[in-house]
């Protein structure tokens, strides 16, 4: 009777828990991407117990691990109240105390230091999809254990578990840097195969990082190597550097939030109000240096139609791969900006309307010659073609105010349009009003 009840109360609790896995959202998720998501923890997940059974104990090791553990979750809720911008990719600075553990103890603790911090930062920050954080941590446990397990098989004249003094110090140093970029690489690499799985579309280019990212990435490894080099030395030490890791931590989150407050995030361009001020800003240079400037609206022919008949999905993609397209066109150009829903605004100083003819010319010939493929969605497979009009305006004594030259330019573009699409139409220096004196390019 005792064995049948316990048999009982063990089927109820392992259907609680088949219940319990049927609901997580990650098996919703389609195709490919959910047999990634899935498939990445398992392996870290593996691996973890592999190194566990080759693992030598050490008390002093696991004090150690404990101690960078703390450190890791200390930083965490220090800055754990501090808002971050949503949808932005946040820098927690976690990988400065994961390169550490990898560095000084053997690689069974680097595989399995994201699982503490991962269970403290689910009970104790804003609320994250749970199979999204378990896969970028797995990410995490496969990078820096996989270094880990690189580092201490290098010969002791190269590495070994301690800096020593001068040329081992430097090949030591050497040696923690390579195994940081090699880390940040692996963890990169796992982390953009997912996101091209979930969107084919998304150009590598754009998944790579911009210069902002790259310079906070070198920033987060030199503090990395930094710690790794003074734990190695002595562990006590670790105490010293926390309170760096945190000041730095609270200052990227506030870089991150001042830039995002100035991205338009569907097309990574300046945001209307940004645009308009940074824009007001260069004008007044402008007037006061005698220098000339430009300014082009630029409007996607037909684009409403693209989102009635194709769907705000393929919408979104087209108006983020034209705006990449400005922007690549326009490189050295920072002035680039999204306005009025799908138009995009372009300040060009020290431009005359020749030049801004010129350059606008080019832009309408790259985005009318580029195909853009649907590669996701029930699109996929399509391929649009897309125009677009340009209207440009000049600084002149007519057109002083940022609002004087848009009327201009929105003028010149009302001309493109009305009289056939996929044209360029400038304002003339010397005509202030709307008249017949508009210069046009046809396509």
């Not at 009840?5 to 998720?29: D, I, Y």
């Not at 949808?87 to 230091?113: E, K, M, N």
């Not at 400038?426 to 008249?435: Q, R, T, W």
Request: aromatic share 6%; glycine share 6%; net charge neutral.
């Amino acid at each position: 009777m005792i064995l049948r009840r316990m048999l009982g109360a063990l089927t109820a609790s392992v259907r609680r828990v088949a219940s319990g896995v049927r609901q997580w959202q990650v098996w919703s998720v389609e195709g490919p991407l959910r047999d990634y998501l899935i498939l990445v923890p398992l392996l870290s997940v593996a691996v973890v117990g592999i190194e566990a059974a080759g693992t030598t104990w050490q008390v002093k090791q696991e004090l150690i691990f404990a101690a960078l553990i703390a450190c890791g979750a200390t930083a965490v809720e220090a800055t754990r109240t501090v808002k971050e911008p949503q949808g932005a990719v946040a820098r927690d600075l976690q990988s400065v105390w994961y390169l550490a553990i990898a560095i000084v103890l053997p690689p069974f603790y680097a595989f399995a230091a994201p699982v503490p911090l991962t269970i403290y930062k689910i009970f104790r920050t804003r609320p994250a999809i749970l199979h999204r954080r378990v896969f970028s941590n797995a990410t995490i446990s496969l990078a820096y254990g996989g270094v880990s397990l690189l580092f201490h098989r290098l010969p002791d004249s190269v590495a070994g578990s301690h800096p020593g003094t001068q040329n081992h110090a430097l090949t030591w140093t050497a040696a923690v840097v390579v195994c940081g970029i090699l880390g940040w690489a692996i963890n990169h690499a796992l982390l953009v195969a997912a996101i091209k799985l979930s969107d084919r579309g998304r150009p590598v280019r754009e998944l790579i990082g911009s210069r902002e990212s790259i310079t906070c990435d070198s920033i987060e490894l030199s503090m990395a190597v930094s710690v790794a080099l003074v734990v190695a030395i002595n562990p006590a030490l670790m105490a010293l550097a926390l309170p760096s890791v945190i000041m730095q931590r609270r200052y990227l989150m506030r870089v991150q939030l001042v830039t995002h407050a100035r991205i338009d995030a569907d097309t990574g361009l300046l945001n209307s109000p940004t645009w308009q001020r940074e824009a007001t800003a260069e004008l007044l240079r402008a007037l006061r240096s005698r220098t000339p400037l430009a300014l082009a609206v630029i409007d996607i022919d037909h684009f409403k139609d693209v989102h009635e008949t194709a769907g705000k999905v393929v919408h979104d993609q087209l108006l983020r791969d034209v705006a990449a397209m400005v922007k690549d066109q326009l490189e050295g150009h920072d002035l680039i900006g999204r306005f009025n829903g799908d138009e995009f605004v372009v300040l060009l100083p020290s431009t005359g309307g020749d030049e801004a003819r010129k350059i606008s010319e080019r832009l309408r010939d790259r985005i009318a010659g580029e195909p853009i493929a649907i590669e996701s969605g029930t699109q996929a497979g399509y391929v649009f073609r897309l125009t677009v009009s340009i209207g440009v305006a000049v600084l002149n004594e007519s057109r002083r105010a940022l609002a004087e030259l848009i009327g201009a330019a929105d003028t010149a573009l009302v001309q493109a349009k009305s009289t056939g699409w996929n044209k360029v139409c400038v304002l003339p220096d010397d005509h202030g009003e709307a008249g017949d004196a508009l210069g046009e390019i046809e396509a």
